[in-house]
C-alpha cells in the first residue's frame, strides 16, 4: 500500500524541515523509492537539499493542492510532503469533503488509490504547538491516518507539557506513535546547511570533518530504526 507521508507540526521553526530531510535520507539509504513534495514556495528547506528530485508547490493555494493530489495519484513510490507552517489551512481543505478546487475527501481519495496517510507531527516542548496538535487530531480522526509524533530535542528539556496533556492520551487511544528526532551538533547543520548537502551526501564531501561524517552516519542511523520501529521502511508502495 502506497503511503502519503504528511510532514506537519503546523508552527514554523519546529523542525518539520528537519524531520523531512532525515526521513528522505533514511528512504534513500535503505533504497526504497520516495516522490518528494515540498510545500513551502516561501522557504523550500526540503528542495534545497534534494534539488534534483524535490517537487515544490505552494499547497497554500487550492490550485497548489490540485497539483499535490495529482502527484499522490500518480505516484508509483511513497510521496512524503514537507507541509509549510501553517499546515492545518491545508489540512482542513484535504478534509473537507467538498468537491471545490483545492478541496478533497481525503480518506475517499486514499482509498481510491490503495493508499493511507500517515502523519509525522513534529513538536517541540511549547504550548502552541500541542495546541495545533489537539485540534489536529480532532480535525483528522474521520480520515483515519496513521499517526507520529515526533519529539524535536533540538532544545534541552523535557516534554512534560506533552507528556501530560490529553493530546498524548488520544494519540494512544487511536494507536498512535511517539519517535525521538536527536539533536544533530550545531556545526553539523551549519555545514549542511551552507553546503546544501544531507546525511547521506555528506559523505562524499572532501571538505566534510571526519567527525560530521561519524555524527551524521549515526543520526541517520538512529533515524532508520526509529522509522522501522514504526513501519514505515517496511515493504514497499505496491505491497498489499
Known sequence: MKQIILVHGDKGGVGKTQCATRTAAAFEEVGRPLTLVDGDVKN?????????????????TPAGLDALYDIWVN???DVLVDM???????????TSGGNAEGMIDLYGLLEAINAKAVLLF???????VLAA??????????????????RNHYQESPFTLFEESQSKQTLLDIGGEVLDMGRLDPSLVEFLGKNDCNLNTIQTRDDAKFLHKLRA?????????ALT????????????
Open 217 to 225: 552516519r549515526g543520526a541517520l542511523g538512529e533515524w532508520i530504526t
Open 44 to 60: 523550500p528547506g526540503l528542495h534545497m537539499l534534494y534539488e534534483d528530485r524535490t517537487t515544490v508547490l505552494d499547497i497554500r
Open 122 to 128: 513534529v513538536i517541540d516542548q511549547s504550548r502552541e
Open 229 to 240: 520501529s514504526v513501519g514505515l521502511l517496511q515493504g514497499s508502495a505496491n505491497d498489499e
Open 75 to 77: 505516484s508509483p513510490n
Open 84 to 94: 509549510p507552517a501553517g499546515g492545518s489551512d491545508a489540512t482542513a481543505k484535504m
Open 133 to 150: 496538535l489537539r485540534d489536529e487530531l480532532e480535525a483528522l480522526s474521520a480520515h483515519r491516518p496513521d499517526w507520529i509524533v515526533v
